[in-house]
């Protein structure tokens, strides 16, 4: 199993529906989770951090679940600014490294 | 503020040519560290230093060696460019103890 593994998608949606992306992770002792959001041919930037079980930022919320180790993501009334590959990140340990998945890539269509 | 910066933003190698990548941040981060992105396999960490003066080796360190200058910068060279390393390269920073990480624009690398 990877460690971090995503959907690649693309995941094609119209503008204003409601998308979610699943992410699932190998080490049942991580405790912190990151969405990073990446364009196309830009660097990845930090979306969302979670560390219990959920995070909400305005049409972006996303959820933990510890028991079955998936987090998801979350977005509501979908923007054509939306599109863009999201990254799933997982700490390795203590080491100060991350795991990124591959990365889920949206396109919002008008 | 530019945050994190790194030149070139293009090139083009020749197999067997070496270079050297650039990376400088401004926001005072201990942790430094070098990633490359290819097509399907995501961002694969190369190398990182922790703070001045240490490096270790990421999941992809073959090929590549760098050096730590000073806080500021972290440079990543490849002595002898091989087509495989046609990839994105981007270089992040961090803080001790804290898991975000903050990418620079990154470096596009073309090895013929």
């Known amino acids: 199993r990877k460690e971090v593994e995503q959907d690649p998608g693309p995941f094609n949606v119209p503008e204003g529906a409601t998308v979610a992306f699943n992410c699932t992770y190998s080490?049942?002792?991580?405790?912190?989770f990151f969405w990073y959001r990446q364009d196309c041919r830009k660097e990845p930037k930090l979306l969302m951090s979670?560390?219990?079980s959920g995070n909400e930022d305005g049409r972006f919320t996303a959820q933990l679940n510890r028991a079955s180790q998936y987090i998801s993501l979350l977005i509501r009334d979908s923007k054509l600014s939306d599109s863009a590959t999201y990254l799933c990140v997982v700490p390795r340990g203590n080491t100060g490294k991350l795991i990124f998945g591959q990365g889920t890539t949206l396109q919002v269509k008008p | 503020n530019a945050g994190v910066t790194q030149t070139p933003k293009f090139q083009v190698l020749k197999t067997g040519q070496s270079m050297t990548l650039q990376c400088a941040q401004d926001?005072?981060?201990?942790?430094m560290y070098w990633y490359r992105q290819d097509p399907g396999m995501g961002l694969r960490l190369i190398y990182y230093s922790a703070s001045e003066g240490t490096t270790d080796k990421g999941e992809v360190p073959n090929g590549y060696n760098v050096s730590r200058l000073n806080k500021r910068e972290f440079s990543l060279r490849l002595e002898s460019a091989a087509p495989s390393q046609t990839s994105v390269y981007f270089c992040?920073?961090?803080?001790?103890?804290?898991?975000?990480?903050?990418f620079g624009p990154g470096t596009r690398l073309t090895v013929t």
């Open positions: 080490n049942s002792a991580s405790q912190s």
């Open positions: 979670v560390y219990s």
């Open positions: 926001m005072n981060h201990n942790s």
């Open positions: 992040a920073i961090g803080r001790e103890g804290i898991y975000e990480q903050y």
